[in-house]
C-alpha cells in the first residue's frame, strides 16, 4: 500500500525542483494528477497531466464529494479526486501532491490519510533573492509573493514535517528519508522547528 505525500511551500523555496529530483530517481513515487475545467495547452495528455473535465462534469464530482480537495484558480477549477488517490495507492504507489497551504488545510478537513511536508525557505530575504533570480515576476507580483509566504508560513507547524530548503542535497536527502523510510531525524525536524520560528518572529 503506498502512501499520500501532501508538499507545501512558499513560492520560490524550490518545491518544485526537490519534487521533481524525486520524481526522476523513485520509480515508486509519482506525482498526483488533478482534474481542471480548463482545455489542455499544446503537448498536455489527457490522464498524464490532468483530466480534462466540462464544467458541468467537475460540478457534478463536486456534488459527489469525488474530490479530496479543490480550488478555483484563473477562472478555472482544479481538484484531486479520491479515486484517483485511492487507485495509485493500492497499487503500492506513493503519491505526492504539490499543493497550496488553502489545499493542505481542505485535505486535513477531508480527514484523508496523508503525511505532509512544509518547505522552508532559510529566510524571507533569500526567497526574495530566488525570485528576482528566477526572472519571471515584476517587483509587485514579487512583493505579493513575498507577503502570501509570510501568511503561509504561519501554517508551517500544522505540517507533520517541516524541510529546510537552504542547501539544496540536504533538503533533497531529507524528504527522501521520510518518503522512503518514514521519517526524519529528530533533531533535523528541531532544528527546522527553530529556523521557521527565526524567520517569523
Request: charged share 30%.
Amino acid at each position: 500500500m503506498g502512501k499520500l505525500f501532501v508538499i507545501s511551500a512558499p513560492s520560490g523555496a524550490g518545491k518544485s525542483s526537490l519534487i521533481q529530483s524525486i520524481l526522476k530517481n523513485f520509480d515508486n513515487v509519482e506525482l498526483s494528477i488533478s482534474a481542471t475545467t480548463r482545455s489542455p495547452r499544446e503537448g498536455e495528455i489527457e490522464g498524464q497531466h490532468y483530466f480534462f473535465v466540462t464544467e458541468e462534469e467537475f460540478n457534478s464530482l463536486k456534488d459527489n464529494n469525488a474530490f479530496i480537495e479543490s480550488a478555483f484558480v484563473h477562472n478555472y477549477q482544479y481538484g484531486t479526486l479520491q479515486k484517483y488517490i485511492d487507485d495509485r495507492l493500492k497499487k503500492g504507489i506513493n503519491i505526492i501532491c504539490d499543493i497550496d497551504v488553502q489545499g493542505f488545510k481542505l485535505i486535513q478537513k477531508a480527514r484523508v490519510d496523508h503525511i505532509s511536508i512544509f518547505i522552508i525557505p532559510p529566510s524571507i530575504k533569500e526567497l526574495e533573492k530566488r525570485l528576482l533570480k528566477r526572472g519571471l515576476d515584476s517587483e509587485n507580483v514579487i512583493g505579493t509573493r513575498l507577503k502570501n509566504a509570510k501568511e503561509e508560513l504561519k501554517y508551517a507547524d500544522e505540517f507533520d514535517y517541516r524541510v529546510l530548503n537552504d542547501n539544496f542535497d540536504q533538503a533533497y536527502e531529507e524528504i527522501v528519508n521520510i518518503i522512503i523510510n518514514g521519517k526524519l531525524p529528530k533533531n533535523e525536524d528541531k532544528i527546522n522547528s527553530k529556523i521557521l520560528k527565526d524567520i517569523l518572529s
